[in-house]
C-alpha cells in the first residue's frame, strides 16, 4: 500500500475504528491493514463481514472509571426521572424524534433531563412543544462535566435513554451504569449489546421500535420493573481501566 510504498519499509499496519462501519465513508479501506482493533463485538463482526478474518482482530473496550457514588431511583410515588446525555440530532444518528416519540406515549408521570448540546437543539425544543411534553423536559445544555450536573442538580435517575441509529461504542452507557444507573437503549449494531444485560442492568429494543421502547418506558415508570442501582457497577466489571 501507499504507506508502506513511501516509507520502503515492511511495518505492521493496524485499523483501529471508532465508529459503525456500515456508516463510515471508506470503510473498505481497513482491509488492506495487517490487523485490527475493535472497539466492541459489532464492529468486529461489520469487520468480517468485509472478509477479515477473526484471528487478524482483537476487541478493545473503551475503559471506565470505578466511581465510589451510587445515583438512586427517585422515592416511591414521584416521578420517574429519565436522562439523557449526549449531542442534540433530531434524527439522523441520535434521533432524539424517537426519544421524545415514545416519552409522548407513555402513562403515568415522568421527567426528562438532558445535558447536551448540537445543531438540532432549537429543533428538538420546538418538537419537544410541538407534542405537548416541554413541560416535562428540563434542559441543561452543554456541560464541561455532566455527571456532575447529574449528582448536584438531577440527584435521582430512574434511567438513562439512548435511541441511537448507529454508534461505535457509547460511553454514556458505561459512565451511567458505573453510577449505579440502569440504561433503555436502542440494540444498534455497535456497543449496547456488548454493555447492556437486559433485566438486570437496563433493556434493549430494536432500533426504530417505538412500541418496544414504550413498553420498556410503562415498565419503569409504572414500578413494574425496578432495578438494583448498587448492583449495577458490578455488572460492568469488564470494562473498568483497573
Same mark, same amino acid.
Given at each position: 500500500?501507499?504507506? !508502506? #510504498? ?37 464492529? #468486529? ?14 476487541? &478493545? ?14 422515592? !416511591? ?23 421524545? %416519540? ?26 419537544? *412543544?410541538?407534542?405537548? +411534553?416541554?413541560?416535562?423536559? +428540563? ?10 450536573? &447529574?449528582?448536584? #442538580?438531577? #440527584?435521582? &435517575? ?28 436502542? %440494540?444498534?449494531?455497535?456497543?449496547? *449489546? ?24 410503562? !415498565? ?10 448498587? +448492583? ?5 466489571? *469488564?470494562?473498568?481501566?483497573?
Amino acid at each position: 500500500n501507499k504507506a !508502506r #510504498k513511501k516509507s520502503g519499509k515492511q511495518f505492521t499496519i493496524f485499523s483501529w475504528p471508532h465508529f459503525s462501519l456500515d456508516h463510515k465513508k471508506h470503510a473498505e479501506c481497513i482491509t488492506y491493514a495487517d490487523y485490527h482493533l475493535a472497539i466492541s463485538s459489532g464492529i #468486529k463482526k461489520q469487520m468480517m463481514a468485509r472478509g477479515i478474518s477473526a484471528q487478524d482482530i482483537s476487541v &478493545v473496550y473503551n475503559p471506565v472509571s470505578i466511581k465510589t457514588i451510587i445515583v438512586p431511583p427517585p422515592e !416511591r410515588d414521584k416521578p420517574a426521572v429519565f436522562l439523557y446525555v449526549g449531542r442534540l440530532k433530531f434524527e439522523g444518528q441520535k434521533r432524539i424524534k424517537d426519544l421524545f %416519540d415514545g416519552l409522548a406515549r407513555t402513562t403515568g408521570e415522568w421527567q426528562l433531563h438532558i445535558i447536551g448540546d448540537g445543531s438540532d437543539f432549537e429543533k428538538c425544543q420546538a418538537y419537544s *412543544r410541538e407534542l405537548g +411534553i416541554e413541560q416535562h423536559v +428540563i434542559w441543561y445544555g452543554w456541560q464541561s462535566a455532566p455527571w456532575q450536573v &447529574v449528582q448536584k #442538580k438531577v #440527584k435521582n &435517575v430512574t434511567a438513562l435513554l439512548l435511541t441511537s441509529a448507529f454508534e461505535g461504542f457509547p460511553m454514556t452507557l458505561l459512565e451511567a451504569m458505573s453510577y449505579g444507573i440502569p440504561c433503555i437503549s436502542s %440494540d444498534c449494531m455497535s456497543g449496547p *449489546r456488548d454493555m447492556i444485560k437486559p433485566g438486570l442492568n437496563g433493556e434493549l429494543y430494536t432500533p426504530g421500535a417505538i412500541d418496544d421502547f414504550v413498553g420498556h418506558l410503562n !415498565r419503569v415508570i409504572s414500578g413494574e420493573v425496578k432495578y438494583q442501582h448498587d +448492583i449495577i457497577p458490578g455488572t460492568i466489571e *469488564r470494562f473498568y481501566d483497573v
